[in-house]
């Protein structure tokens, strides 16, 4: 089982970046592909990027590709989401998650989530 603590959300303008990290507690983290997913007020969860566990393989949604950069350290047991070139679109809850499985875009094939962290950009 793993413990998902998100950290690194807060307030911009259009264009800057952002750095989002989640950090996990638990076993086996390097078992685990991980994904970010993000959820705006009346909207549906979304996905957003994933990295399978070796770190080598990244899949992006059309929406962030370019922009946002997601990365792994397995000894530190942390992901990160690099956000660039910020646009109001992207305010959401962005949400750490880690998958069992192959890599997916599905929110239900993830097993555990964080708590969510605030991105919100203005224009």
């Known amino acids: 089982q793993l413990t998902l603590v998100e950290s690194g959300g807060g307030s911009v303008q259009a264009g800057d970046s952002l750095r989002l990290a989640c950090v996990a507690s638990g076993r086996d983290f390097g078992f685990y592909t991980m994904g970010w997913f993000r959820q705006a007020p009346g909207k549906e969860r979304e996905f957003v990027a994933n990295?399978?566990?070796?770190?080598?393989?990244?899949r992006y949604s059309d929406s962030v590709l370019n922009r946002f950069t997601i990365s792994r350290d397995n000894e530190y047991k942390t992901v990160g989401l690099q956000m660039n070139r910020l646009k109001p679109e992207d305010t959401a809850v962005y949400f750490c998650a880690a998958s069992q499985y192959a890599p997916s875009t599905e929110a239900s094939d993830f097993d555990y989530w964080g708590q969510g962290t605030q991105v919100t950009v203005s224009s």
């Open positions: 990295i399978n566990r070796s770190g080598h393989d990244r």
